[in-house]
């Protein structure tokens, strides 16, 4: 069974920054892609950014490039969103993902979710 465990979300500052971590189980990690989504109260769950099962191909959603980072670490089985020059449009529950490829995580084509952690920026 998958298991996918989000942390380091939390209340910050508009300019702040936070790092999300998310712990995976149950999978050959390094074999697949993983991506982060948000979303936020009343809209739909977006795309935000996404790494190769190597770590050498990384997607971000336009609305977070230069600010957001996405990186893995194989042998921790863990995937890291750290979030630079947060915005209060950047509060929503984001989400780990689990893909076949990082261009059809972009898409929205996921196998797995995790179950969403809180961000909050405050202006």
């Known amino acids: 069974q998958v298991h996918l465990v989000e942390s380091g979300g939390g209340l910050v500052q508009a300019g702040g920054s936070l790092r999300l971590s998310c712990a995976a189980s149950?999978?050959?990690?390094?074999?697949?892609?993983m991506g982060w989504f948000r979303q936020a109260p009343g809209k739909e769950r977006e795309f935000v950014s996404a790494?190769?099962?190597?770590?050498?191909?990384?997607f971000d959603a336009d609305s977070v490039k230069g600010r957001f980072t996405i990186s893995r670490d194989n042998a921790k089985n863990t995937v890291y969103l750290q979030m630079n020059s947060l915005k209060p449009e950047d509060t929503a529950v984001y989400y780990c993902?689990?893909?076949?490829?990082?261009?059809?995580?972009?898409?929205?084509?996921?196998?797995?979710w995790g179950q969403g952690t809180q961000v909050t920026v405050s202006s």
């Open positions: 790494i190769s099962a190597s770590g050498g191909t990384t």
């Open positions: 149950g999978i050959s990690f390094s074999w697949y892609a």
């Open positions: 993902a689990v893909g076949r490829t990082s261009s059809l995580l972009r898409n929205l084509n996921v196998d797995y």
